[in-house]
């Protein structure tokens, strides 16, 4: 979203949405910013959207933050979290390090490995190969590497946010 107007609508239709409906929070997934989505789609994309992506998230916590001093909630505030990839490709086009502190929490995918843009159809979540995955890939993300920050991984994020997002059984392929 490049442009601040609608930022601030997403956000304050966000806002709208979880007080009317009950949710505690909102989760963003944008998948991803700065990289082309699937050509079908024709999803749009900028190579500033790693920006962007930083400024949506900065405001909805100030929208969220605001509403949970309205609303009488400051010890249970209304939450953040977004759905985050756990490929070096999809990460390259973000900045964890700058948008972790809007964040309570980020949600590591745990599957899409595979799909529609490779060439063999196959298993999505690679069980077979989760120890590598899980050395090649994911532990990187949450590997302490910053003395300065001690509680923070390779990316400026706290540990403490880091969540493994779900494991799923499917297959994407084509006949």
């Known amino acids: ?10 956000a304050n ?9 009950g949710f505690d ?14 050509e079908k789609t024709n999803n749009k994309y900028r190579p500033e959207d790693k920006q962007n992506f930083t400024l949506l998230l900065a405001k909805v916590r100030e929208k969220l933050d605001a509403a949970s001093k309205a609303d009488g ?9 977004i759905a ?10 973000q900045d964890p390090g700058a948008y972790a502190k809007y964040l309570d929490h ?23 190969r989760i120890r590598m995955i899980l050395i090649r890939r994911i532990l990187p993300i949450i590997s302490i590497s910053m003395p300065r920050r001690p509680n923070s991984n390779s990316l400026g ?3 403490k ?13 084509w006949v």
């Open 1 to 10: 979203m490049p442009h601040p107007a609608k930022r601030e609508r997403f």
């Open 13 to 21: 239709s966000s806002l709208e949405f979880i007080r009317k409906y």
């Open 25 to 38: 929070g909102v989760d963003i997934d944008w998948e991803y910013p700065g990289q082309p989505g699937d």
């Open 73 to 81: 909630r400051e010890n249970d505030k209304y939450q953040l979290t």
């Open 84 to 93: 985050a990839p756990a490929g070096p490709a999809a990460i390259s086009t």
């Open 106 to 128: 980020v949600n590591i995918m745990t599957y899409d490995y595979h799909g529609s843009w490779g060439n063999i159809p196959i298993i999505n979540q690679p069980f077979i």
């Open 157 to 159: 994020c706290l540990k």
């Open 161 to 173: 946010k880091l969540l493994l997002e779900r494991f799923i059984i499917r297959e994407d392929g």
